[in-house]
């Protein structure tokens, strides 16, 4: 690919289901923990895409009728992170995209910061990131809130009209504009954008994403 560089810009990458193909498995882990749920892997995207931890539990205690074990949260994880181990890949294109992007870049995830680093450390996605990566949990901003993509483009010294943001769910497309940023959001194949805006670019390939940022920085 063509190398692109852009000055006075900043990119803010979501990381779950933009750049690591991982929402299938975090909700693989709950079928495998939560049979009685009966519902399909794909079922379980659509409703739960970009969502807080917490809400999704609430929202399974709600289904089920019964709160969930205290140690359900640690059993979560620790199965998610053996699903991490065995198939978690980076999005197609995505390296390749990353390899032709000279730009200032970072992560901000609703996800706990051990889990940011594992899937980067996987996916092979570490090297390009470094430690620009920003948690929901350490920031105490969830998505559709503004805080996280407003202490991610402070942190990386710019402001908030500098900085595109790239995201696959509608919770943060909804945050990046609350922040008064740009919003790139990436639709999975046969993805349906339901959520959209003067301030929404769409795209379906992330080959298509440095020529798309280059366009909107001219």
Known sequence: MKLVIMNGLCVIFDLDGTLVD???????????????????????????????????????EIRLGRKLPETFEQHYRQRVSELFRCELKPMPGVIEMLEALHVPKCIASSGPMP??????????????????????????????????FQYAAKSMGFMPDQCVVIEDSEVGVEAAAAAGMRAFR??????????GGESI???????????LLADFAQ
């Open 22 to 60: 991982s929402e299938a498995l975090c909700n693989q882990a709950f079928l495998d923990l939560l049979p009685q749920l009966n519902e399909t892997v794909n079922v379980l995207m659509l409703r739960y895409r970009g969502k807080k931890l917490a809400a999704i539990f609430t929202d399974i």
């Open 115 to 148: 889990k940011i680093r594992q899937s980067l450390e996987i996916s092979g996605l570490a090297p390009y990131f470094g430690d620009n990566l920003f948690s929901s949990y350490e920031v105490g901003s969830w998505k559709p809130e503004p805080g996280l």
């Open 186 to 195: 990436y639709l999975h194949k046969g993805e349906y954008a339901s959520y």
């Open 201 to 211: 670019e769409l795209f379906d390939d992330m080959l298509l994403l440095p020529k």
